[in-house]
């Protein structure tokens, strides 16, 4: 895989500083049943890299400690790792909200035909993968077959009260651009999904999330074969917007990797760019428990201006 770090490096991102933290972003691990063109870790049914129950107690002690309000879990399909429910069943003991990046086609796989009972149990947030509501597309990005599957995942959930308007259960789907590309507006492409999900499939769902491919791991080794990395990246300069400054996620959440180490956001934990707020080139989880992070200046490079173009983009959608 060709390595797109280099060049992301060196960069005029604006300075940014981080405010007061209240959510856990926790990759537990790159093991998943899907091979997407798109996933920034490059996860894949081959990958062996899971989180420990070691790493996953220290997770819930700093909870408890730092009082956080929201479990942010990724992978791979985070539903894959050993401990997954046990991790969000204490989380949910502690009144912490708990959110599942799930691909969907995880809940049809042998092993996991409950899973979607015991997030609904557990009152866990789904935020489902769904790269377009056209077949075509889906199956581009994801892998042939993966959109009738999703679409049967999506009516599981449907019936047991996600995304339903008199339901908490809360069902949100992510777009990502099939190519070098921003997403268009979130709020128009949100109403084309929910009226052909709902006309072709019977399927409703809350929000949709438009998230910028970010030029890293897969997506950037795509960019480069394709010699499309120089343009993509002043697409993204030159889509930047200093109002998105003010909500990217890295301001309130760290990002955990599956070995229990910590880094500004999901990208920076891909690109293995550590904490500035330390001098060693990794720190854990269980270091930072009597740490304050306010304040802190938080590590930046080209790839950041992927959360600041057009109406900017973070995990929970468009910043504008």
Known sequence: ?????????????????????????????????????????????????????????????????????????????????????????????????VIDRCNLTILLEEGYEDMAEFLADQRVEIVASMPCYAEQNVDKQRGKGVYHESIEALKILNSLGYGQDDSDLTLNLVYNPGGPFLPPPQEGLEKDYKRELWEHHGIVFNQLFALTNMPISRFGSF?????????????????????????????SLISVDWQGYVYDCDFNQMLHIPLIASDKPKVHLNELFEVDLKGQPIAVADHCYGCTAGQGSSCGGALD
Not at 223 to 237: A, I, T
Request: with cysteine; aromatic share 6%; hydrophobic share 40%.
């Open 1 to 97: 895989m060709l390595d797109s770090r280099p060049l992301l490096m060196v960069s005029d991102f604006p300075e940014i500083h981080r405010g007061v933290m209240d959510t856990l972003q926790v990759n537990l691990g790159y093991k998943c049943n899907l091979s997407c063109t798109h996933c920034h870790v490059a996860a894949g049914p081959n990958r062996k890299e899971q989180m420990s129950l070691d790493v996953v107690e220290d997770i819930l002690q700093f909870m408890r400690l730092k009082s956080i309000g929201m479990l942010d879990l990724t992978g791979g399909a985070p539903e894959m790792n050993p401990h997954f429910r046990h991790l969000v069943i204490e989380a949910r003991k502690l009144g912490v909200k």
């Open 223 to 251: 960019l480069m074969s394709k010699g499309q990395f120089n343009d993509y990246m002043s697409l993204l300069k030159g889509s930047y917007s200093e109002h998105n400054l003010d909500s990217v996620m890295c301001k």
